[in-house]
């Protein structure tokens, strides 16, 4: 009341009309931004108009329409929400998704968009944001096993002549990845397709010899899916653990689309959507798999495959 005493009566309904919009979009805001951050800005607003209205939004297309073109130029405000503890923000970070009550799950999408800070804390709880970690870790392990003679994997920790008994295939000969760099991003997405199939190829036939009968899991048929179809294809593939996932990006850091496949050791294989995280399903083939992720590929034009500093474009 106090701040319209002083206002003229034909200026009060305008003055109305010009705050009641964004109170009433304000809580839902946090789900406009992630659907438009997840669709790569490729979505329109009537489709995120009805979506919203179906989750009880009461106000018009207009204000949608008006707050997506911020998004699209960068100037929309972030959306305010109240922080919760740090306490409460870690409980919900490190929980598996579906064990959150929905109002949990809605407070922690909404609290990383008003702090990119948190955001980071989020990402490294994925699977795969730890990757140039354990990429060193890996690399540690490598250069300690060469170092004691032990430059493969062995079948019996007490026996360390097991190795040298075993008939082990040749090592593949892999595409040469710094030319391909030379020659520009195209050229190295296809020389690491190959060079993903030939490496894991090798490596389960050294399982089957060293531990026959023993589960592995279908990393190799999933490669030859996902490789078969023209639209992954085009991307960057890379393998955390055995898990897929697919780059617009030839290095890191990476530029994830769609979500990941990992295939289990029972034989089946999960999917995962990125951005918002969840497990979309477990599948039977590797086929399945890879068309699961297929639909959870961005619509519109082909993505840019964006080349590192040593990549000619």
Request: aromatic share 8%; net charge positive.
């Amino acid at each position: 009341m106090r701040r319209f005493r002083g206002t003229d009566l034909d200026e009060r309904p305008a003055c109305a009309r010009e705050r009641r919009p964004n109170g009433v979009l304000e809580p839902f805001k946090a789900y406009l931004n992630v659907r438009f951050t997840e669709a790569q800005g490729q979505v329109s607003g009537t489709r995120l108009f009805l979506e919203i209205q179906a989750r009880g939004y009461p106000g018009s297309r207009q204000v949608v329409r008006k707050h997506l073109a911020a998004l699209r130029s960068g100037t929309a405000e972030p959306v305010r929400v109240d922080i919760p503890s740090p306490r409460k923000i870690t409980s919900w970070i490190m929980r598996p998704r579906e064990t959150l009550t929905e109002s949990q799950a809605e407070r922690a999408l909404q609290v990383p968009l008003a702090c990119p800070d948190i955001t980071r804390a989020c990402d490294l709880a994925l699977p795969w944001s730890s990757g140039v970690v354990e990429g060193h870790e890996n690399r540690v392990k490598t250069l300690k096993r060469a170092m004691y003679g032990r430059d493969t994997m062995t079948v019996d920790a007490n026996d360390e002549t097991c190795d040298q008994q075993l008939p082990l295939p040749p090592k593949p000969v892999l595409p040469d990845i710094a030319a391909a760099r030379s020659r520009g991003p195209a050229d190295v997405v296809e020389a690491h397709w190959q060079s993903l199939r030939l490496s894991w190829q090798w490596r389960h036939a050294v399982h089957q010899i060293r531990s026959p009968g023993r589960p592995y899991p279908g990393i190799v048929p999933l490669l030859e899916a996902a490789a078969a179809q023209p639209r992954l294809r085009r991307l960057y593939p890379f393998t955390s653990h055995f898990a897929l996932l697919f780059s617009s990006s030839t290095s890191y850091p990476w530029s994830v689309l769609g979500g990941s496949i990992e295939p289990l050791y029972n034989g089946r294989f999960e999917v995962r959507r990125r951005s918002p995280f969840a497990v979309i399903g477990e599948v039977e083939t590797a086929e399945e798999a890879v068309a699961l992720v297929l639909e959870l590929l961005p619509t519109g034009p082909e993505p840019v495959i964006t080349a590192s500093a040593g990549e000619h474009v």
